[in-house]
């Protein structure tokens, strides 16, 4: 069945560095185009980032020149580096696929705080 397992999250001071994994299985992870998006408490999970099978690239104007998607077709993994990180940035993070049916992981907590 499909999986997808976020880590890599957790705590760092603001202007800090994070780099998120999602592992995938039970699919062909290399013809999906994949997203990220987070929650934060009492907020709707939002697109953080997508990046298609070719790996074009788009992002939300709030993390825009600070995070980074990438994937590793070979390995079936998505990555999203994250850094010049804000306390606005605490969230949980997950990884989908872009387009339906979707699926989803358990997440990984990120906090940025001093």
């Known amino acids: 069945q499909v999986q997808l397992v976020e880590s890599g999250g957790g705590l760092v001071q603001p202007g800090g560095s994070l780099r998120l994994s999602c592992a995938a299985s039970g699919f062909i992870f290399s013809t999906y185009a994949m997203d990220w998006y987070r929650q934060a408490p009492g907020k709707q999970r939002e697109l953080v980032a997508s990046?298609?099978?070719?790996?074009?690239?788009n992002y939300a104007d709030s993390v825009k020149g600070r995070f980074t998607i990438s994937r590793d077709n070979a390995m079936n993994m998505l990555y999203l580096q994250m850094n010049s990180l804000k306390p606005e940035d605490t969230a949980v993070y997950y990884c989908?696929?872009?387009?339906?049916?979707?699926?989803w992981g358990q997440g990984t907590q990120v906090t940025v705080s001093s």
């Open positions: 989908t696929q872009h387009y339906p049916p979707r699926y």
């Open positions: 990046i298609t099978r070719g790996g074009t690239t």
